[in-house]
């Protein structure tokens, strides 16, 4: 997939439907995605906090001095995967998530060049790959799963991939994303 075909696909003109922060924290993702190559991820170091080894975009909640979600997904990818900002074409923003962790979460779309270079802070991410388009146009994709905790039935969606286990909101916001492209086509 080309650049101009994700632009069109997804460029968002005019504001989107913000969800009520209802109590949960705000963040915001970069959902960086690179012409011929698909989607950046990212493996979260088992020295963080939250989320520990999990699969994840780049990002974290917002700070003070972010003005935006934008800003905020910039200023993230900087600090976790060495992205520099100038290097990034913000397309808009995807579906807002509110996560079972008490995250609210605004997936900001963005191009990035084929190539770029990238450097990661690994007291954050132990490493950055990416899920190919093809696996974003496939219509057999993502596996609907249940699971059971604490006497609670919970369902979620799993990307395959062949070294990682993509689930979670991150694999909710991949699917989203996937329509979209989809729906475009």
Known sequence: MNAEELRAR???DGPRQELPL???RAAAVLVALEPGRGVWL????????NHVGQVAFPGGKLDP??????AAALREAW???????DAVEILGRLDEQVTVTGFHMTPVAALVPPGVRVSVASDEVVEVFSLPFTAL?????????????EGH??????WPHERHVIWGA????????????REAA
């Open 10 to 12: 997804l460029r968002v």
């Open 22 to 24: 209802a109590g949960n």
């Open 42 to 49: 990212t493996r979260r170091s088992t020295r963080m906090m």
């Open 65 to 70: 001095e972010d003005a935006s979600a934008e």
């Open 79 to 85: 600090e976790e995967i060495g992205l520099d900002p």
């Open 137 to 149: 146009f496939d219509p057999a994709l993502p596996h609907r799963r249940i699971a059971s905790a």
């Open 153 to 158: 039935e919970r369902q979620f969606y799993v």
């Open 170 to 181: 991150t694999a909710e916001i991949l699917r989203q994303l996937a329509l979209r492209l």
